[in-house]
């Protein structure tokens, strides 16, 4: 969301970075190009692939699944801001003009926020589900769960107004002026966007999941071990345990090297480079929630099977509430009675 836009690069030493750039063009240049566009195809692919089978095999029948659609909706919006960023990045410019410039930011930043606050929400979600889901239920209706994915989108608007209000073309680069982004004021916007995009979500989902598991332990002790419990505690933990390292391992390096970046007068090319690489590695998380559906979920994989090849599939009931990853494939009130 930051990069050329914000911290890695002062306009004052573009063309340094300029020169860095036609150094390795043929090399790096073209590999970083079809990395992101590899990238784009993928996460494109897949959440228009999930979006789809939901609205059409599931139609949000749970809240779990609400939830789950926003996500990939906010995951394929967030590709599409991906080309713009990667022709900048290839040919050191922005060609698109001022407005979409702006709007391309926006929406880069209001999918990403979205895209995180979902899967915060989801890990509450399942929780809820489990720990003591008729206690739970009003809050679960799939009507409440649209109510909260309406307010997610609309407050992730107001991290990313800086952005609206500062960014523009003016040094050939869509990028906020300089003589307003002090160093105080980065390290401002970078404070608030890693404790809301990053940190608070991150603390929220350990916390969720962790109790989770420690729920799932406790149940299946205190009742007779069979291998459907331990099948079903042993697939809920690799999921937990997925979703939480590549969320960290994607967005956590491009936060890290915004950080860094306040304290760097002259770019360096191989901090250049990791810092391209970064920010395309916090893009490539949005193509990878669909990936951990299709892996560790049933459900989703029955779906995805039925949608590609509906000939060979075989019958099945699609209306079924798809629980965070099947959390009702097993027999849950047993474990939890």
Known sequence: MFYDNVSILDLDSA???NVYIREDFDAFSVTMAVLYLAVCIVGLAGNSLVIVT?????????ATTVYIFNLALADGLFMVG?????????????????????????????????????????????????????????????????????????ISLFPVL???????????????DPHIASDSWWLAFLSYTFVLGFALPFTIMIVFYTALLVTLRNARQQTSPSMESHRFETQVTKMVVAVVLVFGICWLPFYVFNFCSLHRIDPVLDFT??????????YSWSCANPILYACLSETFRRHF????????????????????????DTNVQSMLA
């Open 82 to 154: 991906l080309p713009f960023i990667a022709i900048q990045n290839f040919q050191d410019q922005w060609i698109f003009g001022e407005a979409v410039c702006k709007l391309v930011m926006v929406l880069d930043g209001i999918n990403q926020f979205t895209s995180v606050f979902c899967l915060t929400v989801m890990s509450v979600d399942r929780y809820m589900a489990l720990v003591d889901p008729l206690r739970f239920a009003r809050w679960r209706t799939p009507r409440r769960a649209k109510i909260i994915a309406t307010l997610m989108w609309f």
């Open 162 to 176: 800086p952005m609206a209000i500062h960014f523009s073309t003016t040094y050939g680069l869509c990028t906020i």
């Open 15 to 17: 063309a340094i970075n």
């Open 305 to 328: 099977h039925a949608l590609l090849c509906p000939h060979k599939s075989s019958p099945t009931h699609f209306d079924r509430d798809t629980e965070g990853f099947v959390l009702h």
């Open 273 to 282: 480079r990791g810092f391209e690489f970064v920010v395309l590695l916090s």
């Open 54 to 62: 939901i609205l059409k095999l599931d139609k949000m029948s749970s």
